[in-house]
């Protein structure tokens, strides 16, 4: 299977020059928001599900030296085209508007309906795995390795118990680096990340107390990881595309034992609920490959 990374980011770039381009883009960023305020599930997983991760790595890739030569040297048009600007900033509002919702909706659901909306976020979880069969095939034994070693790392990661962590500066520039990281790669949730490294209470009561050196750290410690990390990414989403998308399937197929809503306890009473609540899931992935296709924006161009 060829891919050709530059088409893909001209098609998306081409979709965003319609007023339902730009609208889609930032539901999926609400999507990609909601997502990311769950442990267990990321931001990463959603991108996949609604077809705009390869260009959300490719255009936070494109922050670089040139980009920085650009912007110091004026030409703000150019550097706005140079990293994919409208693209980022419609996505990372909707991201906001999505976390900012979540505190409503999501983290209700997780007091209240833990088990029915864990079966709904594997239910996402296993169509989109389906779907992205089409991105890799099995009949190469290299994809199948690939497959299978995310899937083991997804699960390892789920089994290892959160730790104490010695709180200083240096601790929380470096798990921001590793939550991002982890937001972008489908699988692993970010905030799943910070509480086995053992400070995502201490980030939280940082930003309610607005603790803006530790906040200022953090956020640092996230740009770095994320523009680093990008980098990796892009490198093999361009040259190993079956690889990346056979180790990224595996990688959501073993997510399943984070979401697992029976990890502490055996009581089946809400078995029903749940089977309905992973057939609605998989539905919903369903609805959003129609909703979010790009065939509707480019008839209108």
Known sequence: MHYNSSAQTQKATDSM?????????FLKGVAMGLGDSVPGISGGTIA????????????????DLRACALLFTGQFKAFWKHINGTFLLVLALGILSGLLISANTVLFLLENY?????????????????????????????NVLALLLGFLLAMS????????????????????????SAMILPGLSGAFILLLLG???????ALLRFDLPTILVFVLGCGVGLIAFSRVL???????????????????????????????????TMLV???????LGAVVVV????????KPLESAN
């Open 17 to 25: 020059t319609t007023r339902r381009g730009k609208l889609m883009l």
């Open 234 to 268: 892009s490198w093999l989403l361009r040259d190993y595309h079956q690889l990346s998308y056979g180790f990224i399937t595996g990688m959501l197929l073993g997510s399943i034992s984070a979401l697992w809503p029976w990890q502490h306890e055996e009581n089946y």
């Open 114 to 142: 833990f088990v029915p909306l864990m079966a709904f976020f594997i239910g996402m979880v296993l169509a989109s795995s389906a779907l992205l069969r089409n991105e890799f095939s099995l009949s190469a034994w290299q």
């Open 199 to 205: 400070v995502y209470e201490f980030i939280l009561g």
């Open 157 to 180: 990661i789920g089994f290892i118990t959160p730790r104490s962590a010695e709180l200083s500066l240096i601790t929380v520039f470096f798990s921001g680096a590793i939550a991002i």
């Open 287 to 294: 609805l959003l490959q129609v909703v979010f296709t790009t």
């Open 273 to 279: 609920p749940a089977l309905l609540c992973l057939v």
């Open 48 to 63: 996949v599900i609604t077809k705009i991760y390869d260009q959300l790595v490719f255009s936070i890739c494109a922050v």
